[in-house]
């Protein structure tokens, strides 16, 4: 992930009830983000992480739309529907298990992902 803001002073500020938040605080200058999705029409999503570990979705407005900038909470992010910039989500979380067929089975290179014979429960 790259740092955010780049030269730093991004906006955003108070949730609402629909879990935004807008206007208002200004970003840290170490929140880290990487683009999930821009579309057709400029708007554009991005996946951020603050220096407290916090995750959550920045929203930028296109222009004509009035360019206000918007934090998203995760989980609301996920369930607020199935577009284009929740799929992009998925698609990075996806990346994060591609390995080759025998690392799934084994946990090679992560002892604690072994699959292990029996029929006992954790």
């Given amino acids: 992930m790259e740092p955010w803001p780049p030269g ?3 906006v955003a500020g108070t949730w609402t009830a629909n879990k935004r938040c807008v206007g208002g605080a200004e970003l840290m200058n170490d929140t880290r983000m990487r683009e999930l999705y821009s579309s057709p029409n400029g708007d554009r999503w991005h996946l951020c992480k603050d220096a407290s570990g916090r995750v ?3 929203h930028q407005a296109n222009i ?3 360019g206000q900038t918007s934090q998203i909470e995760l989980g609301h992010f996920l369930t ?4 284009p910039e929740q799929q992009a989500l998925f698609q990075m979380i996806g990346t994060l298990i591609e390995s080759t067929p025998g690392e799934l089975l084994t946990g090679e290179g992560n002892p ?3 699959v292990t014979g029996g029929g006992g429960h954790a």
């Avoid at 607020?80 to 577009?83: A, K, L, T």
């Fill in 112 to 114: 604690g992902l072994a």
């Fill in 56 to 58: 959550f979705v920045l």
């Fill in 64 to 66: 004509p739309s009035g």
């Fill in 80 to 83: 607020r529907g199935y577009g």
């Fill in 8 to 10: 730093g002073g991004l």
